[in-house]
């Protein structure tokens, strides 16, 4: 190989001795090449001053025997390279074939044309590659680059196809229903360029207009070639005019001269077009299918974009298809214009990759989601609520509308996803503005404020109606429980963080919702009275805070860290039940000091109702189950103690929890039993304590002996009305229960 072979260098010194390298890496590298018997060193260079230089090369020829000779990709047995070593430790060693008739190939990095080829070695990023890097691997990596593109072996099967041009710092994007939108006829679409990077790329983006809206930006005409499949190979490198990227096409086997007179003149009707419809810029958007093999199934598609600063009608008439006649442009009368026509091929089109705006589809695929999700309703846009939608939005689950009737306040942005420019604008529309924001109208999440308890509320009840799950974000007990008494209401789900901010609850009814959220409520809050898990559960609650004058503008102290840390574990539950037909109750205890996190499930129990003249009372089998072991346990004596549960009577309800064993200083025998009080009032308010007082005393239950059924006594009666005196001056009813043999009663006890 001669000295002309080089391709030349400027501003390039020559370096007479190795010694004379001040580049450590370099002189490593050529000790390496001394070494080695396939290597040996021609000439060393230098760029830039000897005590700063940028970089210095070693010129070296190598041999690789594994090259097959004559081999159709062009690989000589024998060649010359350029080994370029920056200053910059952080930066990888260049090769440059210096070949002149070095083919273009597979990965070679992307350089100006005349420019002697880089070989693109590796595929991990720079960093990645130097905490293994070696001079002597890295010889050894050029003599496989070599081989392998010698026997078309370098890209791997498993591996991707190449597109057709390396990657560019230009960018297009359009938009997500760009194909929608090019079939309207009462749009346009006009494009803006971003503003430039460091690196000096910028992304334009391309936007839809009505016909007779002023535009914001240039007006844009596009062309989109949809190209027969070709063969992955090298790389190409961009074009810089509209003849380069015609010439390069051809030598792919695909001319798209005939494709573009038919595209422009598909623009121009019997009627011709004014010169001032000209737009100012013009896109050609090519589609290109790539197949790995002639023949085979295309594996991928590379979309690249070329923008020329001409309108259409201006390219028609650069392309011999216009002539202006009378202040307008009509079609040459030829079959295919003036074929002698070349202005065009001098016009200037700058590459930009595409890229498209994320449609729902796109979000599920690129957050790993199967299933579209469903039409739902969020009942609550507060902390968690909104970061819930958030989530669920920019991943592209579900169709949801979002109900609330509070406003941003400036106290809301420390944890609610909201914005300065929010504050004053009701959370529902923060919400979906928010989201509009990301997803540019692919999806939408509807806002409705209002009182989701509100049963005169046409449009909310319309949207509970249509739903196929909505899920209780509120924070209150009002609504899950009013929901709970509609037979028609789809399925409900209700999650909430605790106020300590260490623990996240989710009550998922089931598919036919046989089990509702009022006897999930209860259910839950007889494990959290039972389990070892609950007696903390509830602990270290965080204080809260005066946010306004009135004395309901209290908010409680909290870290949106941990709003954000259940709200990604809630949604991703919610997600998951409801691909299930179940119904469960799950509890997540997370210690914020190490980050762990405790999951809990609790056994779910049908529910029993017992019909009153003012209220309804429920109580879950679970709890029956409990009461019947205590009676078991206690045989042949009878036993009793005290209810726990809780009244609401905006639902006319009363619930029965649980109920505590019998006191120990109790007086029991096989006909009778007195209860007593010895830790009694210790029980229940713990069990009011764990549950932040929801659940307290609600009436007395004892059991029957061997052989009897739960139908009261005499006693039973005198016990009831003894109750009933009682819980009067609270203005509560009494319960009693009784467990027989084989049954359980009930008695509601009320002084009129």
Known sequence: MMAEDFHEFIDVVEVGDVNALTIARARTLCEAVTHQRDYSIVRLLRHGPPEAPKYECVVVDVEVDGVPPKNPYGIAYRERLALCVPSNPAQLVEVRALRKSFPVLMHQNQGVPGEAASLCLYFEQPAAVLRTWTPQGFLRRIQWWLEKSARGELHPADQPVENLFFATKYELVLPWNFEDLQRDTTRRFVIHRGESRPDHGFTCFVES?????????????????????????????????????????????????????????????????????????????????????????????????????????????????????????????????????????????????????????????????????????????????????????????????????????????????????????????????????????????TPIWGDASDPGNAQIASAIAEAKLVVDASTTLEYPRMASRSDTAARHMSVFVLPNGNASVLLAEDESRALRLRTLEAQYYRAVIQEEWGRMHLAGNLSSFWSGASCRDISLVMPYSKILAHACTLEEQVRSAFGRSTASIRVWQRDHVNGRVDAHDVQIYPEQRFAFDDLDLFIDEGAQLQLRQLRRDCLPKETGGVLLGYYDFNIKAAVIVCGLPAPPDSSAGPGFFERGVQGLADAVLEASRRTAGVVGYIGEWHSHPRGHSAAPSRDDLMQILHLAMGMSLDGLPAIQLIVGEGDIQVIQGTLK
């Open 209 to 445: 207009v009505h016909q007779n809206e002023h535009p914001n930006g240039h007006l844009l005409s596009h062309i989109t070639l949809e190209l027969p499949p070709i063969v992955h190979g090298f790389v190409e490198r961009d074009p810089q005019t509209l003849g380069q990227l015609a010439e390069l096409m051809a030598g792919r086997g695909i001319d798209i001269v005939p494709l573009l007179h038919t595209a422009l003149g598909s623009r121009v009707g019997a009627q011709g077009v004014a010169e001032s419809a000209d737009d100012a810029f013009t896109v050609i958007l090519l589609r290109i299918p790539i197949a790995r093999v002639a023949g085979g199934t295309p594996e991928g598609v590379s979309n690249r974009a070329f923008l020329i600063p001409v309108g259409t009608v201006k390219l028609g008439v650069e392309m011999g298809l216009l002539h202006k006649h009378e202040q307008r442009y009509f079609k040459v009368p030829l079959l295919n214009g003036d074929t002698t026509a070349t202005a065009w091929r001098s016009e200037q089109i700058f590459p930009m990759d595409v890229r498209r705006r994320n449609d729902a589809a796109s979000a599920r695929h690129q957050s790993g989601i199967a299933d579209i999700g469903p039409v739902g309703v969020v009942v609550g846009g507060g902390s968690l609520g909104s970061a819930m939608l958030n989530l669920w939005g920019r991943s592209g689950w579900g169709n949801w509308t979002v109900i609330d009737n509070d406003h941003v306040k400036p106290h809301n942005l420390s944890r609610h996803h909201a914005y300065s420019q929010h504050v004053g604008v009701t959370k529902v529309a923060a919400i979906a503005q928010l989201h509009d924001a990301v997803m540019q109208g692919a999806t939408r999440i």
